[in-house]
């Protein structure tokens, strides 16, 4: 199985901050890479699909890019309602992998 | 707009079976681009892939569940279902159901996920 290497763990970051979370997969996964948000008590809701494609609806704060194996999400100027927590997914092969999560805290 | 929607039991025992179906609206589950799907979250932890269903019965388990996971699909009722056997308290998490959607010929992404059903096994 693909191994999907999320960091941090997690940060503490302020409004208004640039963040930015990295996955790292342990083969080249092409551009079948996607980025989700979960809140406490929700379920994941995605945010962006193949690396940098946005969701509808999503904000344009949050991007992505990447390619082969090293991936990020950008979050341009996080806002109260980024507070939450981030996967990675590839979707490149079954099984279907997960990163382990990144918790973005309020500073 | 699809909407999925979890049901079954909420306690289950040691070494029973656990059962989930997940009842989709607002389209069909015979969509051709559509991939009906279960993914798990055990408390304070991250999320697990269970496995992925067609509703032609095409289906692809996670190697470590492979042995004791059963998905299914009823066209009839719009609904998917899975089945875990022998369980234990490792098996306690939000279970969500999944759809994964095909664009052209490639491009897959899990988008919608129903609201999330917490099965915890106890005796």
């Known amino acids: 199985a693909i191994q999907m290497t999320q960091s941090p763990s997690s940060l503490s970051a302020s409004v208004g901050d640039r963040v930015t979370i990295t996955c790292r997969a342990s083969?080249?996964?092409?551009?079948?890479l996607g980025w989700y948000q979960q809140k406490p008590g929700e379920a994941p809701k995605l945010l962006i699909y193949?690396?940098?494609n946005l969701q509808s609806g999503v904000p344009s704060r949050f991007s992505g890019s990447g390619s082969g194996t090293d991936f990020t999400l950008t979050i341009s100027s996080l806002q109260p309602e980024d507070f939450a927590t981030y996967y990675c997914?590839?979707?490149?092969?079954?099984?279907?992998?997960f990163g382990g999560g990144t918790k973005v805290e309020i500073k | 707009q699809l909407q999925l929607q979890e049901s079954g039991p909420g306690l289950v025992k040691p070494s029973e079976t656990l059962s989930l179906s997940c009842t989709v609206s607002?389209?069909?589950?015979?969509?051709?681009?559509?991939?009906w799907g279960w993914i798990r979250q055990p408390p304070g932890k991250g999320l697990e892939w269970i496995g992925t269903?067609?509703?032609?019965?095409?289906?692809y388990y996670d190697p470590s569940l492979k042995s004791r996971v059963t998905m299914s699909v009823d066209t009839s009722k719009n609904q998917f279902s899975l089945k875990l056997t022998s369980v234990t308290a490792a098996d306690t998490a939000v279970y969500y159901c999944?759809?994964?959607?095909?664009?052209?010929?490639?491009?897959?992404?899990?988008?919608?996920w129903g609201q999330g059903t917490l099965v915890t096994v106890s005796s």
């Open positions: 269903i067609y509703y032609g019965g095409s289906t």
């Open positions: 999944t759809r994964r959607h095909r664009v052209g010929s490639g491009i897959y992404y899990i988008d919608y």
């Open positions: 193949a690396v940098s």
């Open positions: 607002g389209g069909s589950i015979s969509s051709s681009s559509s991939y």
């Open positions: 997914l590839q979707d490149f092969n079954y099984p279907l992998t």
């Open positions: 083969q080249g996964i092409r551009n079948d």
